[in-house]
């Protein structure tokens, strides 16, 4: 079984940053891609940032463009997400998942096998 961990979440003041970690473990895991995504108090889940392990390449929603970084350590099967110059409508659910082989847009949410249960992320005003 493979588990995707979440970790990094908290509480932040507007302009802060934070730096939110997935691990994976389990069973051999290897992935195409693993993404973030996060959802709000009454809205649906979106996708915010995706890496593909081949080449290193990054995808962004362009609400976080310029502010957000995800980046990768193939050895440590972990993916970070670095969030600067948050703003309170950022707060929400993140949550990582893996994708294990190409479909299509990594901005699906259906492209996606596995997922973490999420670490909360609030921004204060």
């Known amino acids: 079984q493979v588990q995707l961990v979440e970790s990094g979440g908290g509480l932040v003041q507007a302009g802060g940053s934070l730096r939110l970690s997935c691990a994976a473990s389990g069973r051999a895991f290897s992935t195409y891609a693993m993404g973030w995504f996060r959802q709000a108090p009454g809205k649906g889940r979106e996708f915010v940032a995706a890496?593909?392990?081949?080449?290193?390449?990054?995808y962004y929603a362009d609400s976080v463009k310029g502010r957000f970084t995800i980046s990768g350590d193939n050895a440590k099967n972990t993916v970070y997400l670095q969030m600067n110059s948050l703003k309170p409508e950022d707060t929400a659910v993140y949550y990582c998942a893996g994708d294990v082989y190409y479909r299509g847009s990594l901005a699906s949410r259906a492209n996606y096998d596995y997922w973490g249960r999420g670490t909360q992320v609030t921004v204060s005003s």
């Open positions: 890496f593909r392990w081949s080449g290193g390449i990054t």
